[in-house]
């Protein structure tokens, strides 16, 4: 109205607004936004209004979900879809993120790069691919990937994300169009350039002159735009098409060179390259041009610095630099006021991938590629062995970061090493490597890595190699056991066995022997597993290498764990964590106490199980191992179940279900989803129990989790027995026990057996047939030996009122007080000794109210003070529930307890 043009943060809040409009969002708030991890931009963007519109409106648009801005090295895309995904800041419910691809060596690791730009660890047996399009799948986010056609083949990874994750949009730079159908395409070209002759408006207006004299300024002050120089910058920009890295290295000459100047000698090398190099296309010639003048304005010392700087990749460090480059932070500042480095915070900086790849000619003219690659090797080498070493002191997730910062870096190192078969480095760099991909992932990438090397190792058959072969392959082997290729883990153990017998290592032979047996027992041959865990035992021993030892005693506490010996498991366990402690393994201890209190849970000692799950959280979060974390918040939330803080357990159940579901754990959301409907199905509420348990057992299936498919099908057994529907409770319930079986899974073929029995007693009281209550004895026959030889003595208890109820229905009543009567006495020396009397048992209510209908039977005066007891137990958990609709259900929806309050109000 005032004839004034906007300031750029009105046109910014403008553009912001009409998006949120199209979008159907709220209008964009400054506060409380989600994430928008990008990088901070080093100069002040200049123009490109027209193309931010245009992106404005292609990001509103739900139709569109993919744009790859298009155009050759340095015209800019990178820093346009920036500005653009900052403007996009608060409008997408969990974020925008930026995916630098141009260190990426491979497509294999392309999954992983956009995990770490949304700080998620990819941990599990499924392919990394898998686990981002699970981790995205509920998201609403921007992902910004930059330098697309680094990576040609990954257009079915860009595409499972578009097809399965509805809420994530892609904004892609490139220099070649992606294979993508979904993919709309926006060209980029230079910056806004005046015409020969007259121009349309004032040259200070272009944008391609504003960057250049932004540029200028920041190394000779005051220096501005007029008459006497503003036609030679339009002649520069025009002869370098506009291009933003082009403009700012030939800027940077302001100090050596007039203006003029600057003009003539990039017309002298464009017409030089022309004639020598007619394969070049003209833009990439202009880009030579410009840096073969940069460089020639170098003194000797700073040419072989910016040379050297070419063998990184994803940025280097101050530190890293001198020691490869020796380039002091004086020398790195200057080349960075030239514009040919980046800076990325104050330690850190980058070379543009277009000036890297120039530097690295230079650096192979001069000869000393081979020497500079050794040391930037022995460098990262150096940083890795420190790393661990910085582990084996502090366990902070801090270490792991570092790791992470510089990862591009390692692996080129560790290509090196390898390629080389340089031991040395080798041998300083593979625990470090291998710690990261274990705690972050992938394992698929950290077994590549160590595969490499055993097959180089392995080739060169060197003397001096054996025992370093014999660990790799040792660590080759849990990242296999890891993926669950039990097969190829022990192959491979059993070669880290003979070679490092052949060394005269106990401690490699230890190693070997351990993931062996780790191999053996999670194929079910236990027996086989525990002779080579008890040999690594003795083997570390004898070595003096307390960690071995320890992890031996862990694994032979997971057979004994797997064989149903729950006091030898809980034996090898104690040892093993205080063996961990003593040396300062905490997040192993942590692992190995996860177990414990497991046992803890199952044996109904419930305080000291707490007690260690919450001691392990904190570890946990020390550590950043995120889904440790929510594991154990699950199994939290498991103990406040059992000690009756239900509320509060349905909260911590949920917000694991929401962690699980953010991280993309699939495992744990579904270990999530089934204990959610277990507490729900107790409370009564057995149609949100349903739908848990049907939830929790399509994501078993899909994963391949026998054991929680297993689970899954025996609960809703048991829930289908509540709502009365026989025929389904014993299809599920046999489902169930045929896996538990195949599996040779005691614990899963004890609750399989209880909830078929269950309902073939259900059926059976309602069916003259004999048969039915046969095999529903026999089911709760077979339950209860296994509790018993599994040490379950009051998970047997519902075993015997299951036969009680059965003896009952046949009219065997002298039987049937006979269970009754071990129960009872069960009950009684257990309140003898002050511990509860059957609330450790599965389902205390039935077993009181069978006993109390077996008793009032036979008008037995005891009948009438179990039921009594049973409703002051009722009456006690129902006033734990501090929600009044769940107390309702829990009362009313629950047959037993509904049958219980009936009977003492008649």
């Keep these: 109205e005032l004839g004034l043009d906007p300031a750029p943060e009105t046109v910014k809040l403008a553009r912001e607004i009409r998006q949120a409009a199209l979008r159907g969002a709220p209008f964009p708030t400054r506060f409380h936004a989600p994430p928008a991890r990008l990088p901070s931009a080093h100069l002040p963007f200049v123009g490109r209004e027209a193309e931010l519109d245009e992106l404005a409106d292609k990001l509103a648009d739900a139709r569109c979900r993919m744009i790859a801005l298009l155009g050759p090295g340095g015209v800019g895309k990178t820093r346009l879809a920036l500005e653009a995904a900052g403007e996009q800041a608060g409008l997408w419910r969990d974020g925008v993120f930026f995916v630098p691809l141009t260190a990426t060596p491979a497509a294999e690791y392309a999954a992983p790069a956009v995990a770490a730009a949304l700080h998620h660890n990819l941990i599990g047996r499924r392919s990394p691919e898998e686990q981002l399009v699970d981790l995205l799948r509920d998201k609403e986010l921007l992902l910004v990937v930059d330098n697309l056609e680094h990576l040609p083949d990954t257009a079915d990874l860009w595409a499972e994300i578009l097809r399965y994750a509805p809420g994530v949009k892609l904004l892609a730079t490139s220099r070649q169009p992606p294979n993508l159908r979904a993919c709309q395409v926006i060209e980029v070209r230079g910056l806004d350039l005046p015409a020969e002759g007259k121009p349309a408006r004032p040259l200070a207006d272009y944008a391609a002159l504003q960057l250049f004299r932004q540029t200028a300024n920041r190394l000779q002050p005051g220096f501005r735009l007029a008459e006497n120089n503003e036609e030679s910058v339009a002649r520069v920009c025009r002869l370098l098409d506009g291009s933003p890295l082009g403009i700012e290295l030939a800027a940077a000459w302001i100090r050596e060179v007039p203006v003029p100047e600057i003009a003539r000698q990039i017309q002298a090398d464009l017409d030089f390259l022309a004639s020598t190099r007619r394969d070049v296309p003209a833009r990439h010639r202009s880009m030579r041009s410009v840096f073969a003048h940069s460089w020639r304005l170098l003194d000797a010392e700073e040419r072989r610095t910016l040379a050297a700087l070419s063998v990184f990749r994803g940025g280097f460090s101050v530190a890293a630099a001198r020691r490869v480059a020796d380039a002091s932070p004086a ?120 595969s490499q090397a055993t097959e180089r190792l392995a080739a060169d058959a060197a003397e001096d190699a054996i025992l370093l072969l014999a660990r790799l392959y040792g660590e080759q082997a849990k990242f296999h056991l890891e993926l669950g290729d039990y097969e190829q883990a022990a192959t491979l153990a059993q070669q880290a066995i003979d070679l490092a017998r052949q060394a005269g290592s106990d401690e490699g032979q230890a190693a070997g022997h351990i993931r062996l047996g780790e191999s053996l027992y999670r194929r079910g041959k236990h027996q086989a597993a525990q002779e080579h865990l008890e040999r690594a035992l003795a083997l570390s021993q004898r070595a003096g290498d307390r960690a071995w030892e320890a992890t031996s005693l862990r694994h032979l506490g997971n057979v004994a764990y797997f064989a149903g010996d729950l006091d030898a498991a809980q034996q090898h366990y104690g040892r093993s964590a205080d063996l961990f402690g003593q040396i300062g393994d905490h997040l192993h201890r942590a692992f190995v106490r996860h177990n414990l209190a497991n046992i803890l849970v199952q044996r109904g000692e419930h305080g000291l199980a707490r007690t260690l799950f919450e001691e392990n959280i904190q570890v946990y979060r020390r550590v950043g191992a995120q889904f440790d974390e929510a594991m154990s918040l699950l199994n939290l939330a498991v103990v406040r179940r059992r000690q009756g803080e239900y509320v509060a357990a349905l909260e911590a159940y949920h917000a694991s279900l929401d962690t699980c579901r953010q991280l993309g754990a699939r495992l744990g959301e579904s270990i999530a989803l089934l204990n959610l409907g277990s507490l729900l199905a107790y409370l ?26 297993a689970s899954a099908l025996t609960s809703l057994g048991l829930m289908y027995h509540e709502l009365g529907d026989q025929a389904a409770a014993r299809e599920y319930s046999q489902q169930s026990l045929t896996i538990a079986q195949a599996l040779d899974d005691p614990l899963r073929q004890a609750n399989a057996l209880m909830h078929l029995g269950h309902a073939l007693a259900a059926e059976a009281a309602s069916s003259s047939w004999t048969r039915l209550r046969e095999q529903a004895a026999d089911a709760y026959e077979q339950a209860l030996r296994i509790r018993r030889d599994l040490g379950q003595e009051h998970l047997a208890m519902d075993a015997l009122a299951g036969l009680a109820h059965v003896a009952q229905l046949a009219g065997r009543m002298e039987q049937a007080r006979a269970y009754v009567d071990e129960i009872l006495a069960y009950r009684q020396s257990r309140l003898a000794a002050g511990r509860h009397g059957l609330e450790d048992s599965g389902e205390p209510f039935r077993i009181l109210l069978v006993c109390y209908q077996v008793l009032h039977a036979q008008r037995d005066p005891r009948a009438d003070e179990l039921l009594a007891t049973a409703h002051r137990g009722l009456q006690r958990e129902a006033a734990r529930i501090g929600d009044e609709a769940l107390r309702r259900s829990f009362l009313e929806e629950v047959a037993v307890n509904r049958r219980i309050g009936e009977l003492v109000d008649w």
């Excluded at 590629?369 to 050794?374: D, M, P």
């Excluded at 002191?393 to 390692?410: F, M, P, Y």
């Excluded at 509420?685 to 929680?708: C, H, P, S, T, V």
Aim: one cysteine or more; aromatic letters at 8%; a positive charge.
């Design 684 to 709: 009564g509420d057995y149609e949100g129990a349903r739908g848990r348990y049907e939830q929790a057992l399509k994501l078993y299936r899909a994963i391949g989790d026998r054991q929680g498919e």
């Design 331 to 450: 020398r790195l500042a200057t080349l960075a006021a030239k514009s040919l480095l980046q800076r990325q915070d104050d330690d850190r900086y980058q070379l543009h991938g277009l000036l890297r790849q120039f530097a690295a000619e230079k650096l192979a003219e001069q000869g000393r590629e081979a020497q500079v690659r050794a040391r930037h090797a022995a460098c990262y080498a150096d940083l890795l062995q420190a790393q661990w070493q910085a582990w084996q002191v502090s366990q902070e997730r801090a270490v792991l970061d570092a790791i992470g910062l510089e990862l591009e870096n390692t692996r080129v190192a560790w290509r090196w090493a390898v390629d080389g078969a340089h031991r040395a480095e080798i041998e300083k760099m593979a625990p470090g490597l291998i710690l990261y991909h274990r705690l972050r992932g992938p394992f698929q990438l950290g077994e590549r890595l160590l």
